[in-house]
């Protein structure tokens, strides 16, 4: 049983579109990270919220943490086909437990 | 700066035989982890050292798996006797530091495949 649960499993869309990853959690953390990773290559940090209720851009994406600290959203803004790979939620309590991931796949 | 080196990257192996995997941290980095990915199961933590020695081996599936860190620079993960499903990716990732903010950086990873 994974403790962070992720939706959608798979997502594909057209260069342009948007899309919102999902992240949820019974469990209270410190923080939550996003990592992407690309076939062939190790997770990558994308980014670390702390605070609940706490949004943080990084270019086109956007990820913010529920005020319970409990679940958290990546948003991508007019979707490139170099944002495709896998996004892994990972929870920190004293260790990371990670999500299983979405693929997305963006097509040009 | 070189990141986290992984050997080999991929390995094929049959059941029953002995598999080792290598890992050499970033230099710097007190801390050192092993992950298991697998499609059914996604990124698991196996076990994670600190200044060469292992403080949480509680994801290590079973006694056919151990972990040493001999040096701050070299960790091994060995599999004795392999199993099919022992087939998955197996990561290495260090850090400075263990903090609700800390990064952890991964390595390319080893694909094993037990037949």
């Known amino acids: 049983t994974q403790l962070l649960e992720q939706s959608p499993q798979f997502l594909s869309i057209q260069e342009g579109e948007n899309l919102t990853v999902y992240c949820n959690s019974s469990?209270?953390?410190?923080?939550l990270q996003w990592y992407r990773q690309e076939p062939g290559e190790g997770p990558v940090l994308l980014v670390t919220?702390?605070?609940?209720?706490e949004v943080k851009k990084l270019k086109r994406l956007t990820f913010q943490f529920g005020d319970a600290r409990k679940d958290s959203s990546l948003h991508i803004t007019a979707a490139q086909p170099g944002d495709t790979g896998l996004y892994l939620c990972?929870?920190?309590?004293?260790?990371?437990?990670f999500g299983a991931g979405t693929t997305v796949t963006v097509r040009a | 700066d070189a990141g986290v080196i992984q050997s080999p990257r991929h390995e094929v192996t049959e059941m029953g035989q002995e598999v080792t995997l290598r890992c050499k941290p970033i230099?710097?980095?007190?801390?050192l982890f092993w992950y298991r990915q697998t499609m059914m199961r996604g990124l698991e933590l196996l076990i994670y050292?600190?200044?060469?020695?292992?403080?949480?081996d509680s994801g290590m599936p079973e006694d056919r798996f151990s972990a040493k860190m001999p040096n701050a620079s070299f960790s091994t993960l060995k599999i004795q006797p392999s199993e099919p499903r022992d087939s998955a990716v197996y990561f290495c990732?260090?850090?400075?530091?263990?903090?609700?903010?800390?990064?952890?950086?991964f390595g390319p990873g080893t694909r094993l495949t037990v037949l």
């Open positions: 990732a260090s850090s400075s530091r263990v903090s609700s903010t800390d990064t952890q950086y």
């Open positions: 469990s209270v953390f410190s923080s």
């Open positions: 919220v702390v605070t609940g209720g």
């Open positions: 990972a929870g920190y309590d004293y260790k990371l437990s």
């Open positions: 230099s710097g980095h007190d801390y």
């Open positions: 050292f600190n200044n060469n020695v292992p403080i949480d």
